[in-house]
């Protein structure tokens, strides 16, 4: 049963974890009243009053004439001590060049806040400072305790400009309250000049009290224009904003972490009314009141223009680049003419909105809700839809698919072409984008690795089919691949796995690159090996001695054989020798693959171990194998049937070795023994 809580007084009560759906609140005082993680969806707050009640009003209003009154305390004893600190000279006229160069820095750096910010307002104080520090430098004969006094100085003006922070502070809190701005400054005012007045009863100086005294008035003015500019929502300032807020709003009104899906606050006063971690998903918040002094958090309210769209719905000719709109609520809102590129405005509402020559390029509208929307004119380049996408009813006689005209030309694409679309047919044209998947690869596509992951999510999604529906190349290295889907296929869960295991692919295929680029390392350094020994600059002598014994294979399946291989290498000079042996395990092999393995085998062992300083020449390589490998009939048989029975060119395909091409050499040297 729906609950129904029109009108009534709620001020203090607690619905905190309550199921409220679709209760009604029209008109009722929350003021005070707890939501805190309470489900809301589709509830009415139109025309509720919320924030705080009278004793944390009183409580807040007290505190801020306890802030104002520190402000001014502290200000006032920052201009004490700073004029103390320049009085150093007895004549009159040192003392007045002094004062007037420090009341100068007070007023630059005021002004300089109010225009910039802070830090600009310290700088360009210091730089005022800094003729008052020369002169005082020269009066006092060089006191270097002068230059330790410039810069505590400089700490007593940060001081003075804490004081006016704080004074904006507490004006802010008051103006929250109290809405009327006059009244605000007026107690400001009051509260400053009573602080100063207690000060300066203690200072018998009359030049110095008229500097200390006109010092706590500009702070006083600018604390209060700080204030009002922070209230109107400057940027400068926005953070002193944000903190009154937050001590205005702890005991007002709060939906923290509360579910407001649908829910609708046209028309509510919300000051004071905290929304973290609330769910705000088309929620509407039309001509609502005092949003601006609502505590946001992170919602889509934390963004000033964002926050005033939701209020006025008016966007029109307006820019919303890249902007957070993710479930707004913009029923009936005016966009004509508004740059939307890059938004999100996931599962966001334009029911009835006007987007004519609306620029939607690049938004993110996956569960936007099109019905009845007005589109003519807009551009959809490369805009985000799906299944969830509703395009019901949407009047619309023609789009541009291209931002910008192609080169050259003013084609941007337009839909239809000619004439205007026929009722429907917009929802018809961009029926094949509502189902599909678009993968979007932005530095190019790696096939192998591309058809590894398409294969393993076709698999993983057994009962789905995924077919490729078109590849377009966007420029820059950026790749669109669209996959069809079925209506009701989960392409989050798709989309996921392609990109996992896409990633998962590419990863392997650079893992055997690298596998692939130390084997290649590998097989040169051994076949420098064997350069550096056949190539040598004097003749070498090469004796290969081969022994073959044959196993007895009467009683025995074991048909291998073998070969032991012998190498002398001397050098006529007496130079670089060297010996080689190994054996060798030949088996007949019944597939080429064996074979080439084989013949590879072999000739590593050939070329175990040779001196290092033997230049390379092919035809050494050769004859070093040719004379190894006729010593022994059988293997010179076993290397030629290999050959025959494989192909020489298959050899070269399964066995990608250099060694192999020394075989095919010698090979070719037996059957034409001439050449």
């Given at each position: 049963?729906?609950?129904?809580y029109?009108?009534?007084?709620l001020r203090?009560k607690s619905f905190q974890?309550?199921?409220?759906?679709?209760?009604?609140?029209?008109?009722s005082?929350?003021?005070g009243a707890n939501?805190?993680?309470?489900?809301?969806k589709g509830?009415?707050f139109?025309?509720?009053t919320s924030?705080l009640?009278l004793?944390?009003?009183?409580?807040?209003?007290?505190?801020?004439l306890?802030?104002?009154?520190?402000?001014?305390?502290?200000?006032?004893?920052?201009a004490?001590?700073l004029?103390?600190l320049w009085?150093?000279?007895?004549?009159l006229?040192i003392?007045?060049?002094?004062?007037?160069?420090?009341l100068i820095?007070l007023?630059?750096?005021?002004i300089i806040?109010?225009?910039?910010n802070f830090?600009?307002?310290?700088?360009?104080?210091i730089l005022?400072?800094?003729?008052?520090?020369?002169?005082?430098f020269?009066v006092s004969?060089?006191?270097?305790?002068?230059?330790g006094?410039?810069f505590?100085?400089?700490?007593?003006?940060?001081?003075?400009?804490?004081?006016?922070?704080?004074?904006?502070?507490?004006?802010?809190?008051?103006?929250?309250?109290?809405?009327?701005?006059?009244?605000?400054?007026?107690?400001?005012?009051?509260?400053?000049?009573?602080s100063?007045g207690?000060l300066?009863i203690?200072v018998?100086?009359?030049?110095?009290?008229t500097?200390?005294?006109?010092?706590?008035?500009?702070?006083?003015?600018?604390?209060?224009?700080?204030g009002?500019q922070?209230?109107?929502?400057?940027e400068?300032?926005?953070?002193?904003?944000?903190?009154a807020?937050?001590?205005?709003?702890?005991?007002?009104?709060?939906?923290?972490s509360a579910?407001?899906t649908?829910?609708?606050?046209?028309?509510?006063?919300?000051?004071?009314?905290?929304?973290?971690k609330?769910?705000?998903?088309r929620?509407r918040f039309?001509?609502v009141?005092?949003l601006?002094?609502?505590r946001?958090?992170?919602?889509i309210?934390?963004?000033?223009?964002?926050l005033?769209?939701?209020?006025t719905?008016?966007?029109?000719?307006?820019s919303?680049?890249?902007?957070?709109?993710?479930?707004a609520?913009?029923i009936?809102?005016?966009?004509?003419?508004a740059?939307?590129k890059?938004?999100?405005?996931?599962?966001?509402?334009?029911?009835?909105?006007?987007?004519?020559?609306a620029n939607l390029t690049?938004t993110?509208a996956?569960g936007?809700?099109?019905?009845?929307?007005?589109?003519?004119g807009?551009?959809?380049?490369a805009w985000n839809?799906?299944?969830?996408t509703?395009?019901?009813h949407?009047?619309?006689r023609?789009?541009y698919?291209l931002e910008?005209?192609k080169?050259g030309?003013d084609?941007?694409e337009?839909?239809?072409?000619?004439?205007?679309?026929?009722?429907g047919?917009?929802?018809?044209?961009?029926e094949?984008?509502?189902?599909t998947?678009?993968l979007i690869f932005?530095?190019?596509i790696?096939?192998?690795?591309?058809?590894?992951a398409?294969?393993?999510v076709?698999?993983?999604?057994?009962?789905?089919e995924l077919?490729?529906?078109?590849?377009?190349?966007?420029?820059d290295?950026v790749?669109?691949?669209?996959?069809?889907?079925?209506?009701?296929?989960?392409?989050e869960?798709?989309?996921s796995?392609?990109t996992?295991n896409?990633?998962?692919?590419l990863a392997?295929i650079?893992k055997?690159?690298e596998?692939?680029?130390?084997?290649?390392?590998?097989?040169a350094?051994?076949?420098?090996?064997?350069?550096?020994?056949v190539?040598?600059e004097?003749?070498?002598n090469?004796?290969v001695?081969?022994k073959?014994?044959?196993?007895?294979?009467t009683?025995?399946?074991?048909?291998?054989r073998?070969?032991?291989v012998?190498?002398?290498?001397?050098k006529?000079?007496g130079g670089?020798?060297?010996?080689v042996?190994?054996?060798?395990v030949?088996t007949p092999?019944?597939?080429l693959?064996d074979?080439?393995?084989?013949?590879q085998q072999?000739?590593?062992i050939?070329n175990?171990?040779?001196?290092?300083?033997i230049?390379?020449?092919?035809?050494a390589?050769?004859?070093v194998?040719?004379?190894?490998?006729?010593?022994?009939?059988?293997?010179?048989?076993?290397?030629?049937?290999a050959?025959?029975?494989?192909g020489?060119?298959?050899i070269k395909?399964?066995?990608?070795?250099?060694?192999?091409n020394?075989?095919?050499?010698?090979?070719?040297?037996?059957?034409?023994?001439?050449?």
């Open positions: 049963m729906v609950k129904n029109s009108g009534l007084n203090g974890g309550q199921d409220l759906t679709n209760a009604n609140f029209n008109g005082d929350i003021r939501f805190t993680k309470a489900i809301l509830a009415n139109s025309e509720t924030g009640q004793l944390p009003i009183v409580c807040t209003i007290a505190l801020s306890l802030i104002i009154a520190l402000g001014s305390i502290i200000t006032g004893i920052g004490i001590v004029v103390g009085d150093l000279e007895k004549d006229k003392k007045i060049t002094t004062y007037i160069v420090i820095s007023l630059a750096f005021a806040t109010v225009a910039k830090l600009h307002g310290l700088f360009v104080a005022v400072l800094t003729p008052s520090l020369f002169l005082s020269i004969k060089a006191n270097t305790t002068i230059i006094q410039f505590f100085g400089i700490a007593i003006l940060c001081l003075i400009g804490i004081g006016w922070i704080i004074i904006a502070l507490a004006n802010i809190m008051m103006i929250n309250i109290i809405s009327y701005l006059p009244i605000v400054i007026f107690i400001g005012l009051i509260i400053n000049l009573i100063a207690s300066l203690k018998p100086n009359i030049t110095k009290s500097l200390i005294g006109l010092t706590i008035v500009i702070v006083s003015i600018l604390g209060n224009n700080i009002w922070a209230s109107k929502g400057s400068k300032f926005s953070w002193i904003k944000k903190v807020i937050s001590i205005n709003s702890i005991y007002g009104t709060t939906f923290f579910d407001l649908d829910a609708d606050f046209t028309g509510a006063t919300l000051k004071n009314t905290d929304f973290r609330a769910n705000l998903t929620t039309y001509e009141k005092k601006d002094f609502a946001p958090g992170n919602t309210l934390s963004n000033p223009t964002v005033n769209l939701l209020i719905l008016n966007g029109r000719n307006k919303y680049i890249g902007a957070n709109l993710k479930g609520n913009l009936g809102a005016d966009l004509k003419e740059n939307l890059n938004a999100d405005i996931i599962e966001a509402t334009f029911q009835g909105a006007v987007l004519e020559w690049l993110q996956v936007t809700n099109f019905t009845k929307a007005q589109m003519t807009a551009c959809v380049e839809i799906e299944s969830t509703i395009l019901d949407v009047d619309c023609f789009v698919l910008y005209p080169p030309t084609d941007r337009r839909r239809p072409s000619s004439g205007e679309f026929q009722p047919e917009f929802t018809k044209l961009f094949e984008v509502l189902n998947v678009d932005q530095n190019g790696d096939w192998q690795a591309f058809v590894t398409f294969k393993k076709q698999v993983e999604n057994g009962d789905t077919v490729i529906q078109s590849i377009k190349n966007k420029g290295g790749v669109v691949v669209k996959v069809a889907v079925p209506e009701n296929a989960n392409k869960k798709i989309h796995h392609f996992q896409y990633q998962l692919a392997e650079e055997y690159k596998l692939l680029q130390a084997s290649n390392n590998q097989n350094n051994l076949w420098l090996t064997i350069n550096k020994l190539e040598a004097k003749s070498i090469v004796q001695e081969n073959v014994d044959n196993k007895n294979m009683n025995s399946n074991d048909s291998s073998n070969v032991e012998e190498m002398n290498i001397q006529v000079d670089v020798a060297g010996k042996m190994g054996d060798l030949i092999k019944q597939n693959a074979s080439a393995s084989e013949i072999l000739l590593q050939l175990q171990s040779y001196p290092p300083d230049p390379t020449d092919t035809q390589e050769i004859e194998a040719v004379k190894g490998i006729n010593k022994n009939p059988q293997l010179k048989e076993r290397v030629i049937g050959l025959k029975a494989g020489i060119e298959a395909e399964l066995a990608d070795n250099i060694y192999v020394v075989l095919i050499a010698a090979y070719d040297g037996w059957k034409n023994p001439q050449s």
